[in-house]
């Protein structure tokens, strides 16, 4: 049987959470057996002008009306070849902090989605909300959690003793609720825990401003090892005010740390495998979360590490199914 070509196409290659997936997808042993992946970066608002040599194209580009044009000639371009897309940003919480216009979002995403075969969420929680807002017929949804190699994370020794130093991973931005993690910080007073904040962004001034004096919140700067960031902490907490799904999740949970997650969007189909849920969204929800998990006395908490299931052989076998339907029309 010939391999397959399949060509992804990127609008964004900064280093993130979308290039570091592509990578795996491009490096992973089962893909690299059934098809040869390609990547090529499409400039935000241009036009194709040529017909793409692929079997299949495979869309990671971020869905707005400025990129319409450019999607409808894609499939007009190529009727017969199987067009998938991957939305790794939009969610139901993206939609109530950004949108205002929702009526005419969601005609957007229903026109564009409408382009491709399959559309896949990366998380349940994504996918759900895709279907259940009407974007994506459930017929062309797959749901395909996000991964990339964990086996460094796996490497590493778990924490010993009770929770004292705690990691924020992420871009220091509105979305992934940083501020709330240091104003609940600075409520508790157990002199003994750490807050390390890795990651660098617009927000970092004014987290600066919110820790004011607090010796115990270090900012640690651009993580360019996440696996050695991971290393340095006991724990992780994801205050995030939407997250598609969130790879420093499965990350820390196959370093067997202590993983904090609001119940939103994604960061809930952490929650079975051993992520804690946080009571609310506030800033005392989270307070009273950081206690528990540096109090002495509380008990660990189950983790990826110890289930038996491997995210990186389902994130496999998921795409090699979904080439195949697509191959197979």
């Known amino acids: 049987m010939t391999r397959l070509r399949v060509l992804h196409l990127v609008d964004d290659t900064t280093a993130g959470g979308v290039m570091r ?6 490096t992973a042993p089962a893909l690299a057996q059934q098809a040869d992946h390609s990547l090529r970066c499409i400039k935000r608002g241009s036009l194709l002008t040529a017909r793409l040599d692929a079997d299949v194209i495979v869309s990671h580009l971020a869905i ?9 000639a894609l499939r007009l371009m190529h009727p017969r070849t199987p067009l998938i897309h991957v939305e790794h940003s939009y969610t139901d919480h993206f939609t109530r902090h950004n949108v205002t216009r929702k009526r005419r979002f969601a005609t957007l ?16 929680a994504q996918g759900a909300w895709l279907v259940e807002t009407g974007a994506v017929k459930p017929a062309a949804l797959l749901v395909i959690q996000s991964c990339v190699d964990l086996s460094a994370f796996r490497a590493l ?6 929770v004292r130093v ?33 990651g660098e962004g617009a927000q970092e001034g004014r987290l600066r401003a919110l820790a004011e004096d607090d010796p115990r919140i270090l900012f640690k700067g651009f993580a360019p090892d996440p696996v050695a960031a991971m290393a340095a902490v006991d724990a992780v907490a994801m205050p ?7 790879l420093v999740a499965i990350e820390a949970l196959a370093a067997q740390r202590s993983l904090l997650v609001n119940g939103i969007d994604g960061l809930s189909d952490h929650v079975p495998n051993g992520a804690r ?15 528990t998990l540096t109090d002495v006395n509380a008990p660990a908490s ?18 090699v199914a979904l080439l195949n339907r697509a191959r197979l029309g």
């Open 21 to 26: 997936v592509l990578d795996h997808i491009l």
């Open 157 to 162: 020794a778990a924490p010993v003793g009770p």
């Open 109 to 124: 995403l229903r026109t564009a989605y409408a382009l491709f075969n399959h559309v896949v969420a990366v998380s349940h």
């Open 302 to 319: 189950r983790t990826l590490a110890e289930n038996s299931a491997s995210p990186e052989r389902a994130f496999e076998t998921a795409w």
């Open 240 to 246: 995030s005010r939407w997250e598609a799904y969130g």
């Open 166 to 198: 705690i990691g924020a991973i992420g871009r220091l931005d509105d979305q992934k609720g940083f501020d709330i993690l240091v104003r609940a910080f600075r409520r508790t007073t157990n002199p003994g825990i750490a807050l390390h904040i890795y």
């Open 277 to 291: 849920q946080v009571a609310g969204q506030d800033v005392q929800s989270w307070q009273e979360a950081l206690e």
């Open 64 to 72: 707005s009306w400025r990129a319409l044009a450019m999607l409808v």
